[in-house]
């Protein structure tokens, strides 16, 4: 299988979106998360707590037109959509979150990256109105997180043999602006992993995109 061009990968990424990045992570780490807010792809803004001495970590804010092309990328998993209005909102959030190892995320035991955005997650889901699919902020983050895990595991071994690119995912809900016109009739179907298919370009289809806003 041929690697995608970087026109190809660029493609697939939205601007003003929000992005969970996972990289493979080598020896230091299993994967290494980071969140990524294309401005004007590929460059953009990316999030990721990083411990480079092996006994501190400090949180990495960087812009610069790499996070969608590190051959390391095995997953790109878009949360959501940003409308313009709010994108200073969130990148205020995103640089707010601490590094506190004494504060751990509800999936796991000790502090990581992965931790790290989980906590972002939750941090954005208090500062914005998320609507009715982050009622419940820990089942959400539960679900993304195995989600994330379960495509980075399937696609990890391609990407190591620079046999093929990083998958690019989109969540399930859809989330409303308005939270007066936000109805639920029951009848959808629950989607899993297994139930998403990938288009010709690599990318994954059947999954419509959120819109993120800010509180009122």
């Not at 690697?3 to 990289?23: C, G, K, N, W």
């Not at 290494?32 to 480079?52: D, E, F, H, Q, T």
């Not at 995103?94 to 751990?104: A, G």
């Not at 954005?124 to 195995?146: K, M, N, W």
């Amino acid at each position: 299988m041929a690697l995608p061009s970087i026109t190809e990968i660029v493609r697939e990424f939205q601007d003003h979106a929000l992005y969970i990045m996972i990289y493979d992570g080598g020896a230091l780490e299993d994967f290494l998360w980071s969140i990524y807010v294309p401005m004007n792809r590929p460059w953009g803004c990316s999030w990721c707590a990083k411990n480079r001495s092996g006994s501190e970590w400090e949180l990495e804010r960087k812009e610069s037109n790499m996070a969608p092309l590190d051959r390391r990328l095995v997953v790109a998993y878009k949360v959501g959509s940003i409308p313009w209005s709010n994108l200073k909102k969130i990148r205020e959030t995103l640089d707010d979150v601490e590094i506190d190892d004494s504060c751990l995320s509800i999936t796991s035991t000790a502090f990581n990256s992965q931790v790290w955005v989980e906590n972002a997650l939750v941090a954005l889901s208090q500062t914005l109105q998320l609507g009715e699919g982050f009622a419940d902020v820990s089942e959400e983050i539960r679900q993304i997180g195995a989600d994330v895990i379960y495509w980075a595991q399937t696609n990890r071994a391609s990407v190591q043999a620079g046999e093929g690119g990083p998958l690019v995912l989109a969540r399930a809900e859809m989330l409303l602006e308005d939270e007066d016109a936000i109805q639920s009739d029951g009848d959808d179907e629950e989607r899993g992993p297994k139930d998403i298919e990938r288009s010709n370009s690599g990318a994954i289809e059947g999954i419509p995109p959120i819109d993120i806003v800010c509180a009122k």
